[in-house]
């Protein structure tokens, strides 16, 4: 919210977001609302474990509208549909929020793409 509503950032800024199922994410619509204001705000969903009432339709790739989003771990989904398709990865900053082992996952996937260790922040849900 700062980045865009105050700073008025011109930054892009992809924010994927992971959970076991739908009942596990919150603030969707918001994040929505964000990505139809700001152009240069992309937000992407990740599901683990989606439950069958979760009707969860699996996005093919980044551009298509028709799923809802991605199935798996949410570092695997940035590596698939993200990192191994951009043509800079190592300029990339990543700033991750999850479990100690999602954190050790996100600081190798950053080594593998060659994002220096000063690009990569995280906060440690329990560590």
């Given at each position: 919210?700062?980045?865009?509503?105050?700073?008025?950032?011109?930054?892009?800024?992809?924010?994927?977001?992971?959970?076991?199922?739908?009942?596990?994410?919150?603030?969707?619509?918001?994040?929505?609302?964000?990505?139809?204001?700001?152009?240069?705000?992309?937000?992407?969903?990740?599901?683990?474990?989606?439950?069958e009432?979760?009707?969860?339709?699996?996005?093919?790739?980044?551009?298509?509208?028709?799923?809802?989003?991605?199935?798996?771990?949410?570092?695997?989904?940035?590596?698939?549909?993200?990192?191994?398709?951009?043509?800079?990865?190592?300029?990339?900053?990543?700033?991750?929020c999850?479990?100690?082992?999602?954190?050790?996952?996100?600081?190798?996937?950053?080594?593998?793409?060659?994002?220096?260790?000063?690009?990569?922040?995280?906060?440690?849900?329990?560590?």
């Open positions: 919210y700062e980045l865009f509503k105050t700073i008025k950032t011109g930054r892009k800024v992809t924010y994927w977001y992971g959970g076991r199922s739908r009942a596990e994410l919150f603030y969707i619509h918001y994040f929505r609302d964000l990505e139809k204001e700001f152009p240069n705000f992309k937000f992407y969903l990740v599901l683990s474990e989606p439950l009432s979760d009707n969860w339709v699996e996005k093919k790739d980044i551009n298509d509208p028709k799923g809802d989003g991605f199935l798996g771990f949410v570092h695997n989904a940035v590596i698939d549909h993200y990192l191994s398709k951009h043509d800079e990865p190592e300029e990339i900053e990543l700033y991750f999850g479990p100690p082992l999602m954190n050790v996952a996100v600081q190798k996937m950053g080594e593998d793409f060659g994002i220096p260790d000063e690009n990569i922040r995280f906060d440690d849900f329990g560590g």
